[in-house]
């Protein structure tokens, strides 16, 4: 026989996501453990925009906030790194890269997604921070601003679009990418959106700064932040492990969730970019919030069918 839960739930991920989720379940009177490695994806950014009441707020601020609302209710928070996943009798059994295991009824996977980015020197030196991908992250930041966006499928050119509501000094570097159509370079040259062929070899650093586009030929666009398109992919190892697969979505893959966040394994929920690649700051939080909802009513409806065995048995 496996041993029993030490916990209602276990979350995996710490961000809004996760702790938007164990806010509510301790609430609850859940018990409930968040393990959490401490890598928010936004952590490169200064701030974090379009939070209602935490306007630009640091995004490790907010979350040694959320851990500390977490905490004040009896949530646990335990920082690690959760490695293994396996299905039992009585749960889920989740174990860590520090040592030790932690069992539950339920399972929320809260982990977030990486950023693939592209293979282009400098891109990955200045993620975050004037490398961008969000109009809404940091949009506002370089309005006005010369943006160079460097072209990698269908979504480069609604980037272009959309950064060009932010500044008209927008230059589109198609690079390899597919041809977008007739269609798509009419908008940008409507739009005064200047497009400059070739391949992209590098981005021209000096130290922290972004200087410029440079071009296997040479050629320097000088350029104060880049956008790009990065692919999208949920980190899904422990929904892996437990017999889950990753579902394709046109910018990367995630882990495909019902409307309160239910995935196709029974008792294992996800909640934020793990389930929604696009979800930012508030809309992970409010998934997680919806998810740990959903995983109370589950544990209310199990709790209230094993009272009426356990009455019926007597
Ligand atoms: C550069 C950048 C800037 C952004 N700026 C904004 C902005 O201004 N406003 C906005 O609304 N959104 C912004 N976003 C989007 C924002 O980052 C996401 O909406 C948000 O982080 C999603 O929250 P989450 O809880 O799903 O995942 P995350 O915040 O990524 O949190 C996941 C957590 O899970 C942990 N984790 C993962 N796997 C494990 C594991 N196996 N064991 C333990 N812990 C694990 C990670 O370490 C991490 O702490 C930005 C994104 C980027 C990339």
């Known amino acids: 026989m496996s041993p029993e839960p030490t916990h209602d739930v276990v979350v995996v991920g710490g961000g809004a996501a996760g702790l938007s989720a164990a806010v509510a379940l301790a609430r609850s009177l859940r018990s409930v453990a968040v393990v959490d490695a401490g890598e928010p994806r936004n952590a490169p950014a200064a701030g974090a925009h ?3 009441g935490r306007e ?3 995004p490790l601020e907010l979350l040694a906030a959320g851990r500390r609302e977490a905490e004040q209710y009896g949530a646990e928070i335990v920082t690690d790194r959760a490695v293994t996943a396996r299905a039992g009798e009585h749960g889920f059994t989740i174990g860590l890269a520090g040592g030790g295991e932690l069992r539950a009824r339920r399972l929320l996977l809260a982990s977030g997604l990486v950023d693939e980015l592209p293979d282009v020197p400098g891109v990955a030196e200045l993620w975050g921070r ?3 991908h969000c109009p809404y992250c940091h949009g506002w930041e370089v309005r006005g601003r010369r943006i160079g966006v460097l072209g990698a499928g269908p979504m480069s050119v609604h980037q272009a679009l959309l950064f060009r509501q932010l500044s008209e000094d927008v230059v589109f570097f198609p690079g390899r990418m597919a041809d977008p159509g007739a269609e798509a370079w ?7 959106v200047r497009v400059v062929e070739g391949p992209v070899q590098r981005l021209r650093l000096e130290g922290d700064e972004l200087r410029a586009v440079v071009l296997d030929d040479g050629q320097e666009v000088p350029v104060d932040a880049v ?9 899904a190892d422990l929904y892996e ?3 889950g697969t990753l579902t394709e979505h046109p910018v990367g893959e995630l882990i495909a969730t019902g409307p309160m966040g239910s ?3 029974p008792g294992v929920w996800a909640a934020g970019n793990a389930g929604d690649l696009s979800a930012m700051v508030s809309a992970a939080s409010g998934a997680g919030l919806v998810a740990a ?3 109370n009513a589950d544990l209310v409806a199990e709790d209230a069918a094993a009272a009426v065995r356990a009455r019926a048995a007597v």
């Open 293 to 295: 909802a959903a995983i």
């Open 130 to 132: 004037s490398v961008l």
């Open 186 to 192: 009419e908008q940008l040259d409507a739009l005064g």
């Open 241 to 243: 492990q437990l017999g």
């Open 56 to 58: 630009g707020v640091p």
């Open 227 to 235: 956008v790009v398109a990065p692919r999208f992919v949920a980190r």
């Open 263 to 265: 995935t196709a394994i």
């Open 50 to 52: 379009n939070l209602l």
